[in-house]
């Protein structure tokens, strides 16, 4: 489907925003411009769905979220940024393994199954798009990907 991601991101993070219990803020980065682009948006939703829900699960009371889309010059960079528990120095890449929790404990506390971001990994790459993350431990992670970008899309459906 092709749709303009800044409304697509923006419907996503209002439906976070309305439904969630703790005092955490978002905070929007996201141009006011129309970035077309042509993705599956179940799939991509359900990216969202879990770096978001990831993002929120491990926040604290009165954290702030950052929600971001950068422009570059054939993709778009999204990222969502928290101030959370964060991730242990040299375990980012480790999370979009299958399974994989950093504390075992305290995932069956929060509950989920490990799946979510290697889930997210392969529907970004089925995009042809890239995933990674970024964070340091008691300070919050970063959570970035990429989505194939033309900016003259646009024009080509007028
Ligand atoms: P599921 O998504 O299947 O419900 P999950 O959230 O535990 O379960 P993933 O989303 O794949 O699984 O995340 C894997 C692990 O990476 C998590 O268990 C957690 O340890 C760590 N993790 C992911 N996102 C964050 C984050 N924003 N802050 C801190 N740790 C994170
Ligand atoms: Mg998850």
């Known amino acids: 489907d092709l749709v303009n991601f800044s409304d697509f991101f923006n419907k996503i993070i209002d439906r976070f925003e309305m439904t969630k219990a703790q005092h955490v803020d978002f905070v929007r980065k996201i141009p006011n411009e129309a970035l077309f682009v042509d ?3 179940d799939k991509i939703t359900q990216v969202l769905d879990n770096i978001i829900s990831n993002a929120l699960k491990y926040s604290p009371e009165g954290g702030q979220i950052t929600f971001s889309i950068d422009v570059l010059p054939t993709e778009l960079q999204i990222y969502i ?3 959370g528990v964060g991730i242990p120095k040299g375990s980012e890449n480790k999370i979009f ?4 929790r950093v504390d075992k404990a305290r ?3 929060l509950g989920g ?4 971001l290697a ?3 392969e529907m970004v790459y089925a995009h042809g798009g890239d995933i990674w993350a970024k964070s340091k431990e008691g300070h919050g992670t970063t959570v970035y990907f990429t989505l194939p970008y033309n900016p003259e899309q646009e024009d080509e459906w007028e």
């Open 39 to 41: 993705i599956d948006t």
């Open 81 to 83: 940024r928290d101030q």
């Open 97 to 100: 393994d299958r399974f994989y």
């Open 107 to 109: 995932s069956r506390k």
């Open 113 to 116: 199954t490990g799946l979510g």
């Open 119 to 121: 889930i997210a990994k």
